[in-house]
């Protein structure tokens, strides 16, 4: 039996792939002009570690991700 909430947040989750390749890009090329990226790096690396959990989360419920989520 699938949740509506859950659902949703799976959803949600899958879409978050380009948006984290954007920032992870925009990141990069911050860096590469000589910009002092530390604390947006942090913030990317604590979301990443976010999604990572909810990722687990969901699988063990029965959602389906692909290996690249």
Wanted: no cysteine.
């Amino acid at each position: 039996m699938s949740d509506d909430v859950l659902d949703q947040i799976a959803e949600d989750i899958k879409n978050l792939k380009p948006k984290l390749d954007r920032a992870r890009d925009l990141i990069e090329a911050a860096r590469e002009a000589g910009e002092d990226v530390t604390a947006l790096q942090s913030q990317l690396n604590d979301l990443e570690m976010r999604k990572a959990r909810w990722v687990r989360m969901l699988r063990r419920r029965g959602y389906i991700f692909d290996e690249s989520d």
